[in-house]
Protein backbone atom coordinates (compact mmCIF):
# COMPACT_ATOMS: atom_id res chain seq x y z
CA UNK A 1 0.00 0.00 0.00
CA UNK A 2 1.44 3.02 -0.99
CA UNK A 3 1.68 6.29 1.52
CA UNK A 4 -0.54 8.87 1.32
CA UNK A 5 -0.40 12.23 3.11
CA UNK A 6 -0.69 12.27 6.53
CA UNK A 7 -0.82 8.54 7.31
CA UNK A 8 0.20 7.29 10.11
CA UNK A 9 3.09 4.49 9.89
CA UNK A 10 5.46 2.38 12.37
CA UNK A 11 7.94 4.15 13.76
CA UNK A 12 11.20 3.32 15.24
CA UNK A 13 12.39 5.71 18.16
CA UNK A 14 9.21 7.77 19.22
CA UNK A 15 8.88 10.92 18.01
CA UNK A 16 5.93 11.32 21.34
CA UNK A 17 6.91 9.20 24.29
CA UNK A 18 4.79 8.88 27.83
CA UNK A 19 6.68 8.51 31.29
CA UNK A 20 6.45 4.83 31.68
CA UNK A 21 7.90 4.42 27.96
CA UNK A 22 11.39 6.56 28.81
CA UNK A 23 13.41 3.73 29.32
CA UNK A 24 12.30 1.95 26.59
CA UNK A 25 13.01 5.09 23.88
CA UNK A 26 16.07 5.39 25.57
CA UNK A 27 17.22 1.48 24.43
CA UNK A 28 15.76 2.18 20.88
CA UNK A 29 17.86 5.19 20.97
CA UNK A 30 20.73 3.37 21.95
CA UNK A 31 20.11 0.65 19.52
CA UNK A 32 19.76 3.06 16.61
CA UNK A 33 22.73 4.55 17.56
CA UNK A 34 25.04 1.53 17.29
CA UNK A 35 23.60 0.76 13.84
CA UNK A 36 24.49 4.06 12.34
CA UNK A 37 28.18 3.88 13.98
CA UNK A 38 28.28 0.39 12.56
CA UNK A 39 27.47 1.21 9.15
CA UNK A 40 29.86 4.06 9.31
CA UNK A 41 33.21 2.61 10.80
CA UNK A 42 32.29 -1.07 9.76
CA UNK A 43 32.82 -1.97 13.24
CA UNK A 44 31.09 -5.00 14.02
CA UNK A 45 28.16 -4.22 17.21
CA UNK A 46 25.75 -7.26 16.25
CA UNK A 47 26.15 -9.11 19.51
CA UNK A 48 25.88 -5.74 21.47
CA UNK A 49 22.82 -4.67 19.70
CA UNK A 50 20.90 -8.52 19.60
CA UNK A 51 21.45 -8.41 23.84
CA UNK A 52 19.72 -4.73 23.70
CA UNK A 53 17.07 -6.10 21.42
CA UNK A 54 16.59 -8.44 24.16
CA UNK A 55 16.24 -6.29 26.62
CA UNK A 56 14.06 -4.10 24.88
CA UNK A 57 11.74 -6.86 24.21
CA UNK A 58 11.13 -7.56 28.12
CA UNK A 59 11.34 -3.60 28.86
CA UNK A 60 8.25 -3.39 26.84
CA UNK A 61 6.34 -6.42 28.03
CA UNK A 62 6.86 -5.39 31.92
CA UNK A 63 5.33 -1.96 30.77
CA UNK A 64 2.45 -2.78 29.04
CA UNK A 65 1.85 -5.50 30.83
CA UNK A 66 1.64 -3.95 34.23
CA UNK A 67 -0.83 -0.89 32.96
CA UNK A 68 -2.24 1.30 35.13
CA UNK A 69 -6.00 2.36 34.20
CA UNK A 70 -4.18 5.96 34.03
CA UNK A 71 -1.60 4.70 31.37
CA UNK A 72 -4.16 2.68 29.75
CA UNK A 73 -6.13 6.37 28.87
CA UNK A 74 -2.65 8.14 28.26
CA UNK A 75 -1.63 4.96 25.42
CA UNK A 76 -5.31 5.55 23.72
CA UNK A 77 -4.57 9.66 23.67
CA UNK A 78 -1.17 8.29 21.92
CA UNK A 79 -0.86 11.16 19.12
CA UNK A 80 0.59 8.61 17.01
CA UNK A 81 -2.31 5.79 17.91
CA UNK A 82 -4.23 4.97 14.60
CA UNK A 83 -7.20 7.29 13.80
CA UNK A 84 -10.20 6.26 12.09
CA UNK A 85 -9.00 7.50 8.30
CA UNK A 86 -5.91 5.33 8.93
CA UNK A 87 -8.10 2.55 9.62
CA UNK A 88 -9.93 3.07 6.37
CA UNK A 89 -6.85 3.94 4.47
CA UNK A 90 -5.59 0.39 5.74
CA UNK A 91 -8.50 -2.26 5.61
CA UNK A 92 -11.29 -0.43 3.24
CA UNK A 93 -11.84 -0.87 -0.42
CA UNK A 94 -14.42 1.26 -2.64
CA UNK A 95 -15.36 3.65 0.34
CA UNK A 96 -17.77 5.81 -1.34
CA UNK A 97 -18.59 8.75 1.54
CA UNK A 98 -21.28 9.98 2.59
CA UNK A 99 -22.11 13.90 3.65
CA UNK A 100 -24.57 16.23 4.81
CA UNK A 101 -27.09 15.25 7.53
CA UNK A 102 -29.64 17.00 5.47
CA UNK A 103 -30.76 19.31 8.22
CA UNK A 104 -28.05 21.51 9.13
CA UNK A 105 -24.63 20.56 8.18
CA UNK A 106 -21.77 18.02 7.79
CA UNK A 107 -20.12 17.10 10.64
CA UNK A 108 -16.34 16.35 9.54
CA UNK A 109 -15.73 14.50 13.29
CA UNK A 110 -17.74 11.80 12.29
CA UNK A 111 -16.91 9.87 8.71
CA UNK A 112 -19.37 7.83 6.91
CA UNK A 113 -19.63 5.73 3.73
CA UNK A 114 -20.01 2.42 1.57
CA UNK A 115 -16.93 0.79 1.87
CA UNK A 116 -15.71 -2.97 1.87
CA UNK A 117 -14.09 -4.50 4.46
CA UNK A 118 -12.94 -7.61 5.96
CA UNK A 119 -14.31 -9.38 2.21
CA UNK A 120 -17.86 -8.11 3.25
CA UNK A 121 -19.73 -4.99 1.98
CA UNK A 122 -20.59 -2.68 4.93
CA UNK A 123 -21.56 1.23 5.85
CA UNK A 124 -18.59 2.17 7.76
CA UNK A 125 -19.68 4.51 10.83
CA UNK A 126 -16.96 6.69 13.09
CA UNK A 127 -15.22 9.36 14.83
CA UNK A 128 -12.22 10.76 13.75
CA UNK A 129 -10.14 13.46 15.22
CA UNK A 130 -7.85 14.77 12.80
CA UNK A 131 -3.89 14.10 12.48
CA UNK A 132 -2.23 17.27 12.37
CA UNK A 133 -3.68 21.26 13.79
CA UNK A 134 -5.71 21.65 10.77
CA UNK A 135 -7.26 18.33 10.49
CA UNK A 136 -7.99 18.53 14.59
CA UNK A 137 -9.77 22.23 14.13
CA UNK A 138 -11.95 20.84 11.15
CA UNK A 139 -13.40 17.23 13.08
CA UNK A 140 -13.05 19.54 16.88
CA UNK A 141 -11.19 16.87 18.14
CA UNK A 142 -12.88 14.60 17.33
CA UNK A 143 -16.29 15.78 19.14
CA UNK A 144 -19.47 15.69 17.23
CA UNK A 145 -22.13 18.48 16.90
CA UNK A 146 -25.41 17.17 16.77
CA UNK A 147 -25.42 17.20 13.06
CA UNK A 148 -22.93 14.20 13.28
CA UNK A 149 -25.14 11.74 14.70
CA UNK A 150 -27.80 12.79 12.79
CA UNK A 151 -25.45 12.24 9.29
CA UNK A 152 -24.78 8.77 11.50
CA UNK A 153 -28.45 8.18 11.41
CA UNK A 154 -28.91 8.74 8.40
CA UNK A 155 -26.45 6.66 6.94
CA UNK A 156 -27.25 3.79 9.67
CA UNK A 157 -31.11 3.98 8.10
CA UNK A 158 -29.65 3.90 4.30
CA UNK A 159 -27.47 0.68 5.18
CA UNK A 160 -30.35 -1.07 7.11
CA UNK A 161 -32.61 -0.44 3.96
CA UNK A 162 -30.40 -2.34 1.80
CA UNK A 163 -29.44 -4.75 4.71
CA UNK A 164 -25.63 -4.09 4.43
CA UNK A 165 -24.53 -4.74 7.89
CA UNK A 166 -23.22 -1.71 9.55
CA UNK A 167 -19.87 -1.58 11.40
CA UNK A 168 -18.90 1.71 14.24
CA UNK A 169 -15.04 2.74 14.63
CA UNK A 170 -15.55 4.79 17.87
CA UNK A 171 -12.86 7.42 19.00
CA UNK A 172 -13.97 10.75 20.71
CA UNK A 173 -13.62 12.08 24.11
CA UNK A 174 -17.18 13.08 24.38
CA UNK A 175 -20.05 14.72 22.23
CA UNK A 176 -18.77 18.52 21.77
CA UNK A 177 -20.75 20.26 25.02
CA UNK A 178 -20.88 23.91 23.33
CA UNK A 179 -23.79 25.83 23.57
CA UNK A 180 -24.35 26.22 20.02
CA UNK A 181 -24.49 22.06 20.32
CA UNK A 182 -27.13 22.54 22.90
CA UNK A 183 -29.02 24.64 20.98
CA UNK A 184 -29.20 22.31 18.25
CA UNK A 185 -30.40 19.85 20.11
CA UNK A 186 -27.31 17.57 20.93
CA UNK A 187 -29.13 15.40 23.55
CA UNK A 188 -31.93 14.51 21.23
CA UNK A 189 -29.59 13.46 18.27
CA UNK A 190 -27.79 11.27 21.19
CA UNK A 191 -31.29 9.84 22.45
CA UNK A 192 -32.53 9.30 19.10
CA UNK A 193 -29.65 7.72 17.90
CA UNK A 194 -30.03 4.80 21.05
CA UNK A 195 -33.33 4.71 20.04
CA UNK A 196 -32.93 3.79 16.23
CA UNK A 197 -29.99 2.20 16.16
CA UNK A 198 -31.62 -0.25 18.62
CA UNK A 199 -34.19 -1.55 16.13
CA UNK A 200 -32.50 -1.22 13.13
CA UNK A 201 -32.92 -5.05 10.93
CA UNK A 202 -29.02 -5.38 9.95
CA UNK A 203 -26.19 -6.03 12.00
CA UNK A 204 -24.40 -3.64 13.84
CA UNK A 205 -21.04 -4.55 15.42
CA UNK A 206 -19.11 -1.49 17.20
CA UNK A 207 -15.38 -1.22 18.49
CA UNK A 208 -13.52 1.57 20.50
CA UNK A 209 -10.53 1.88 18.77
CA UNK A 210 -9.36 4.62 21.13
CA UNK A 211 -11.52 6.88 23.20
CA UNK A 212 -15.18 6.13 24.31
CA UNK A 213 -15.93 9.17 26.07
CA UNK A 214 -19.82 8.65 27.51
CA UNK A 215 -22.48 9.50 25.46
CA UNK A 216 -20.59 10.82 22.64
CA UNK A 217 -19.32 7.39 22.20
CA UNK A 218 -22.54 5.76 22.62
CA UNK A 219 -24.60 7.87 20.06
CA UNK A 220 -22.68 5.35 17.34
CA UNK A 221 -21.92 1.98 19.67
CA UNK A 222 -25.42 0.46 20.23
CA UNK A 223 -24.93 -2.60 18.12
CA UNK A 224 -25.08 -6.20 18.44
CA UNK A 225 -21.46 -6.97 19.74
CA UNK A 226 -18.91 -4.33 21.26
CA UNK A 227 -15.07 -4.98 21.63
CA UNK A 228 -12.74 -2.50 22.54
CA UNK A 229 -9.02 -2.46 21.60
CA UNK A 230 -6.52 -3.41 24.10
CA UNK A 231 -4.99 -0.11 25.35
CA UNK A 232 -8.53 1.67 24.49
CA UNK A 233 -11.09 2.55 27.30
CA UNK A 234 -14.70 3.64 27.48
CA UNK A 235 -16.31 5.06 30.35
CA UNK A 236 -19.10 7.20 31.12
CA UNK A 237 -16.83 10.73 31.80
CA UNK A 238 -13.37 11.20 31.84
CA UNK A 239 -10.99 10.76 34.48
CA UNK A 240 -10.29 14.35 34.26
CA UNK A 241 -13.58 15.32 34.40
CA UNK A 242 -14.68 12.91 36.91
CA UNK A 243 -11.44 13.92 39.48
CA UNK A 244 -12.87 17.88 38.92
CA UNK A 245 -16.49 17.04 40.20
CA UNK A 246 -15.64 14.27 42.77
CA UNK A 247 -11.91 15.27 44.19
CA UNK A 248 -12.53 19.31 42.90
CA UNK A 249 -9.49 18.99 41.18
CA UNK A 250 -8.23 17.20 37.71
CA UNK A 251 -4.94 16.65 39.52
CA UNK A 252 -6.81 13.27 41.13
CA UNK A 253 -7.11 11.63 37.79
CA UNK A 254 -4.91 8.56 38.07
CA UNK A 255 -7.26 7.96 41.22
CA UNK A 256 -10.76 8.70 39.28
CA UNK A 257 -9.44 5.98 36.26
CA UNK A 258 -8.88 3.65 38.21
CA UNK A 259 -12.42 4.32 40.40
CA UNK A 260 -14.07 4.37 36.85
CA UNK A 261 -13.00 0.58 35.89
CA UNK A 262 -12.59 1.70 32.41
CA UNK A 263 -9.99 -0.49 30.95
CA UNK A 264 -11.28 -3.36 28.78
CA UNK A 265 -10.64 -5.91 31.24
CA UNK A 266 -13.21 -4.59 33.56
CA UNK A 267 -15.36 -3.75 30.94
CA UNK A 268 -15.47 -7.40 30.09
CA UNK A 269 -15.57 -8.53 33.76
CA UNK A 270 -18.99 -6.29 33.96
CA UNK A 271 -20.35 -7.95 30.83
CA UNK A 272 -20.77 -4.29 28.62
CA UNK A 273 -18.40 -5.80 25.95
CA UNK A 274 -18.40 -8.80 23.88
CA UNK A 275 -14.49 -8.96 22.90
CA UNK A 276 -11.04 -7.17 23.47
CA UNK A 277 -9.22 -7.14 20.28
CA UNK A 278 -5.54 -7.56 20.72
CA UNK A 279 -3.04 -4.89 20.29
CA UNK A 280 0.52 -5.41 19.13
CA UNK A 281 3.32 -5.27 21.69
CA UNK A 282 3.72 -1.48 22.53
CA UNK A 283 0.24 -0.41 21.52
CA UNK A 284 -1.03 0.26 18.39
CA UNK A 285 1.08 2.86 17.60
CA UNK A 286 4.18 1.12 17.32
CA UNK A 287 2.70 -1.32 15.11
CA UNK A 288 -0.62 0.49 12.92
CA UNK A 289 -1.11 -2.64 9.96
CA UNK A 290 -1.06 -5.54 12.83
CA UNK A 291 -3.65 -2.76 14.89
CA UNK A 292 -5.53 -2.88 11.28
CA UNK A 293 -5.36 -6.24 11.25
CA UNK A 294 -6.50 -7.64 14.48
CA UNK A 295 -9.48 -4.83 14.18
CA UNK A 296 -10.57 -6.20 10.65
CA UNK A 297 -10.20 -10.11 11.89
CA UNK A 298 -12.69 -9.04 14.40
CA UNK A 299 -15.71 -7.30 12.51
CA UNK A 300 -15.09 -10.37 10.00
CA UNK A 301 -15.83 -12.97 12.49
CA UNK A 302 -18.53 -11.04 14.40
CA UNK A 303 -20.44 -10.15 11.40
CA UNK A 304 -20.76 -13.62 9.80
CA UNK A 305 -21.72 -14.87 13.08
CA UNK A 306 -24.24 -12.14 13.34
CA UNK A 307 -25.42 -12.74 9.28
CA UNK A 308 -26.10 -16.09 10.30
CA UNK A 309 -29.31 -15.06 12.52
CA UNK A 310 -32.84 -13.76 11.40
CA UNK A 311 -33.39 -10.33 11.68
CA UNK A 312 -36.05 -11.10 14.07
CA UNK A 313 -33.42 -12.86 16.29
CA UNK A 314 -31.19 -10.70 16.01
CA UNK A 315 -33.48 -7.57 17.19
CA UNK A 316 -34.70 -10.23 19.94
CA UNK A 317 -30.80 -10.80 21.12
CA UNK A 318 -30.03 -6.92 20.76
CA UNK A 319 -32.80 -6.53 22.59
CA UNK A 320 -31.92 -8.69 25.57
CA UNK A 321 -28.21 -7.63 25.44
CA UNK A 322 -29.31 -3.81 26.10
CA UNK A 323 -31.65 -4.72 28.54
CA UNK A 324 -28.96 -6.73 30.64
CA UNK A 325 -26.75 -3.76 31.06
CA UNK A 326 -26.55 -2.32 34.01
CA UNK A 327 -27.73 -6.13 36.23
CA UNK A 328 -26.31 -6.32 39.44
CA UNK A 329 -26.21 -8.28 42.50
CA UNK A 330 -26.73 -7.43 46.39
CA UNK A 331 -26.04 -10.78 47.58
CA UNK A 332 -25.07 -14.47 46.37
CA UNK A 333 -27.74 -15.08 44.80
CA UNK A 334 -28.51 -14.41 40.78
CA UNK A 335 -29.43 -10.81 39.60
CA UNK A 336 -32.81 -9.98 39.82
CA UNK A 337 -34.46 -8.21 36.93
CA UNK A 338 -37.31 -6.06 38.24
CA UNK A 339 -40.71 -7.07 36.54
CA UNK A 340 -42.03 -4.78 34.16
CA UNK A 341 -44.75 -2.07 35.46
CA UNK A 342 -48.45 -3.28 34.37
CA UNK A 343 -49.68 -0.81 32.17
CA UNK A 344 -53.08 -0.99 33.52
CA UNK A 345 -53.89 -1.02 37.51
CA UNK A 346 -55.85 -3.65 38.81
CA UNK A 347 -60.25 -2.52 39.24
CA UNK A 348 -60.86 -1.79 42.86
CA UNK A 349 -64.08 -3.81 44.46
CA UNK A 350 -66.85 -2.64 44.06
CA UNK A 351 -67.61 -1.53 48.00
CA UNK A 352 -64.12 0.32 48.14
CA UNK A 353 -65.33 2.34 44.83
CA UNK A 354 -68.53 3.26 46.44
CA UNK A 355 -66.84 4.44 50.09
CA UNK A 356 -64.76 6.54 47.75
CA UNK A 357 -67.89 8.13 46.05
CA UNK A 358 -69.40 9.21 49.44
CA UNK A 359 -68.43 12.68 50.18
CA UNK A 360 -66.41 13.29 53.24
Not at 45 to 51: A, G, L, P, R, T
Not at 199 to 205: A, D
Not at 285 to 296: L, N, T
Request: proline content about 6%.
Amino acid sequence: MSEQPGAVRAVGPLSYTLEFEKPIAKMEQEIQRLEASQAESGRDYSDIIKNIREQLQSAIEKAYGQLTAWENVLVARHPRRPLLRDYIRMLCKDFCELHGDRLFADDRAVVCGFARMAELRIMLIGHHKGRDTHEKLETNFGCAHPEGYRKALRAAKLAAKFRVPIVCLVDTPGAYPGIEAEERGIASAIANNLLEFSRLPTPIVACIIGEGGSGGALGIAVADQVAVMEHAYYSVISPEGCSAILFKSADSAPRAAEALRLTPRDLKQLGLIDAIVEEPLGGAHRDPQAAAASVEAWVGRALRDLRRLKIETLLRRRYERLRNIGSFVTSAGPAARPKPATVRAKRAPAATREAAAVPS
